[in-house]
């Protein structure tokens, strides 16, 4: 009997409180809104560099020869930078001449990409690599460029260059053999 009591009071119990009505949220309970200040995070922005091709006039034992130059720019993993010229030569043969360096550039990309990157690595050091017009000569037909490929290291002073000299014939952009 005692237990029926107990489930009777626990019910009553049960249905009090589900009764229990709940307050009705107007306006006027809800508090009011915190205002909050906005601020906009700048976003950083990386400057693109354009690279301007600039004349230049070599003048050597033959006619003036002028040239603009573009550049082929990179960076191998933060470690090896490199710059390479790109020459278009005031002769009738440019486009020939231009193509011949745009192709060496791309295989000194290449050879920076791996070769240089390699060596930087092993001897943990970063690495800024080269590749410009030194001279540019042209007497009657033939155009001689030369053009260097300089690669310095941070661990060192001196740097390794390599020199090239180029025959065209300007008439036509070919190359020839010196």
Do not use: Q
Not at 152 to 163: A, G, I, K, M, P
């Amino acid at each position: 009997m005692k237990r029926l009591f107990l489930i009777f009071a626990m019910l009553f119990l049960l249905t009090a409180c589900a009764k229990e009505e709940l307050p009705v949220v107007t306006e006027e309970v809800l508090p009011a809104p915190v205002e909050t200040e906005t601020v906009e995070t700048p976003v950083e922005e990386i400057p693109i560099e354009v690279v301007v091709p600039e004349e230049t006039v070599i003048e050597a034992g033959g006619e003036a020869v002028s040239y603009t130059s573009a550049t082929v720019e990179g960076l191998v993993e933060d470690t090896v930078g490199y710059t390479f010229e790109v020459p278009t030569f005031d002769v009738e043969g440019a486009a020939a001449i231009y193509t011949y360096y745009h192709e060496l550039a791309a295989h000194l990309e290449g050879y920076t990409k791996e070769t240089v990157y390699t060596e930087a690595a092993s001897r943990a050091c970063i690495a800024s690599v080269y590749g410009y017009v030194t001279d540019a000569v042209l007497e009657g037909d033939a155009l001689t460029v030369t053009y260097v490929f300089e690669c310095d290291y941070s661990d060192t002073e001196e740097s390794v260059e390599n020199v090239r000299t180029d025959s065209f014939c300007a008439a036509s952009g070919e190359k020839v053999e010196s």
